[in-house]
């Protein structure tokens, strides 16, 4: 029997399959298809832009910078780092209803969040609960591993310690009495980060887990004192924490602080005069950031967001104006059918 050459020998199957017979289906492309194709794809895209664009435009936004550079501004005293434990207060008022939920952002500009080496700066494990790393905190954290002294710091990390600590009561202004505005923080945080990727250590007392450890270097008090008066919101579980840790992709950026959605303010803030009051405790004088809050209300596309609306109106004008033009060439260099040749 003759041994087969090996170029015989690697040759697929004479199959449908390995050959590439099988029956298939190429559309043909003709200007009866493409350019009412072009027509209808922009008609559509123009209807969701104007959508986008009608509905981002009626998205209540009120933006009051705070960081106190300008000599008149009420937060000017605040800002030297000399000055400790200072109060500032923001007034305004409201001509109009303020639509609820109402949501309250804090906001800081020039400050790089998406920095590699600061990303990176935290222990993952630890911020799980996992009390061998509050021992042995992860390199990465350096140089907020350890103290000066040699002692673990939880949580470690460049993220961690910087955590914004400014603090917010909203007050409105009735009769020359301050009524105060209800905050609501619980649930501003992701789901995952709350139920899966952050969690207490099972010791209890909490506090009794952090036991030969120190808190980060520029905090006011330690993690497990975040809220000690609600265990569901203490720790490394603590909303406030988890929206500070999950980093901003842009040097500007706003993180949710609280939503307004209780009491006599279901429906929003109502017209009327406004006093916020700011613990001014968060320095950025030092890389001429600024630090501003923002009071808005969302609606079926989340945020304000023109952009998107107007990226839409642009593709959906772009698409109608290049069906016109194909139809204007298609109608002048339309050529006529091949006259059919005798014999064929």
């Not at 619980?186 to 030969?212: C, E, H, M, Q, V």
Request: hydrophobic share 40%; net charge neutral.
């Amino acid at each position: 029997m003759a041994k087969e050459e090996p170029e015989l020998a690697n040759r697929p199957d004479n199959t449908a399959f390995t050959q590439q017979r099988l029956p298939a289906w190429q559309p043909m492309l003709s200007a009866g298809i493409v350019i009412p194709g072009f027509v209808l794809i922009g008609v559509a895209f123009i209807g969701i832009g104007v959508a986008l664009f009608v509905t981002s435009q009626n998205i209540q936004v009120l933006e009051k910078d705070y960081t106190g550079v300008e000599t008149n501004s009420p937060c000017f005293k605040c800002s030297d780092p000399s000055v400790k434990n200072c109060v500032c207060k923001l007034d305004f008022s409201l001509n109009k209803l303020f639509e609820g939920p109402v949501f309250f952002y804090y906001g800081l500009s020039n400050y790089f969040q998406n920095y590699r080496r600061y990303g990176v700066s935290r222990d993952d494990t630890q911020l799980s609960g996992d009390l061998e790393h509050f021992k042995n905190p992860d390199e990465d954290c350096t140089p907020y591993q350890y103290d000066a002294r040699n002692i673990p710091i939880v949580p470690c990390g460049s993220v961690a310690n910087s955590m914004f600590n400014d603090t917010f009561k909203l007050y409105q202004i009735v009769n020359g009495k301050k009524k105060l505005v209800p905050f609501d923080g619980k649930g501003i945080a992701w789901w995952t980060d709350y139920n899966i990727k952050y969690r207490n250590p099972s010791i209890l007392p909490l506090k009794n887990a952090f036991n030969g450890t120190v808190k980060p270097i520029f905090w006011p008090k330690p993690v497990y004192d975040l809220d000690p008066t609600d265990p569901a919101n203490n720790g490394f579980i603590n909303q406030d924490f988890l929206v500070w840790m999950r980093r901003a992709a842009l040097p500007d950026f706003r993180k949710l602080y609280r939503r307004i959605t209780e009491g006599d303010y279901a429906k929003g803030l109502p017209t009327g005069d406004y006093s916020l009051e700011i613990a001014y405790n968060y320095p950025v004088m030092s890389f001429d950031g600024r630090k501003k809050v923002v009071f808005s209300n969302v609606s079926w596309m989340g945020g304000k967001n023109q952009f998107l609306g107007i990226a839409y109106l642009v593709i959906g004008s772009m698409c109608v104006v290049m069906s016109l033009v194909m139809l204007i060439v298609y109608a002048k260099f339309k050529f006529p059918e091949e006259e059919e040749i005798p014999g064929r």
